[in-house]
């Protein structure tokens, strides 16, 4: 007879993992899709915001166009008639980077800077109007000329 060796039971045995669970599985699943939603999400809001940036940076070179050619056409403040003047249609630059397109409404305002001594010069307002998802944005450019 051979002696008696001391045999462990089989329940005291450490199972050996073969495989994730499903919990881990689903805890896993759900945060890919929370980090992949935050980053659609974030490449969205760059977009429009990138887009948004463009067209006020067109409108500012509307803005500054129009501006220049209004102070160059009438270099008297007498010339520049007094009061608002309504839309000038649509004005803007095609893809290409030339004037034209059909994106932007010009309005411009002419007021006479007045003191004690009467008129002394105008100051012009070029306002540059545009539609956009989230309704219709404007900017203004102004300028002061004296006599």
């Given amino acids: 007879m051979t002696p008696m060796t001391s045999m462990k039971p089989m329940t005291s045995m450490?199972?050996?993992?073969?495989?994730?669970?499903?919990?881990?599985v689903l805890v896993s699943s759900t945060l890919l899709v929370i980090g992949i939603?935050?980053?659609?999400v974030?490449?969205?809001?760059?977009l429009t915001l990138h887009e948004h940036e463009r067209k006020v940076g067109r409108a500012l070179l509307v803005a500054e166009k129009r501006m220049e050619s209004l102070l160059?056409?009438?270099?008297?403040?007498?010339?520049?008639?007094?009061?608002?003047?309504?839309?000038?249609?649509f004005e803007g630059f095609d893809a290409d980077g030339r004037p034209g397109g059909d994106d932007f409404r010009v309005v411009y305002v002419v007021t006479p800077l007045v003191d004690g001594s009467g008129t002394t010069g105008f100051k012009l307002d070029v306002t540059?109007?545009?539609?956009?998802?989230?309704?219709?944005?404007?900017?203004?450019?102004?300028?002061?000329?004296?006599k």
Avoid: C, M, Q, Y
Wanted: charged letters at 30%.
């Fill in 14 to 24: 450490k199972r050996v993992r073969r495989a994730f669970s499903l919990i881990e």
């Fill in 37 to 40: 939603s935050a980053v659609v």
């Fill in 42 to 46: 974030g490449v969205s809001v760059a």
């Fill in 72 to 89: 160059l056409l009438f270099p008297n403040a007498t010339e520049l008639n007094e009061g608002v003047h309504p839309e000038t249609g």
């Fill in 128 to 146: 540059i109007k545009w539609d956009e998802r989230i309704g219709e944005r404007e900017l203004t450019l102004t300028t002061a000329r004296g």
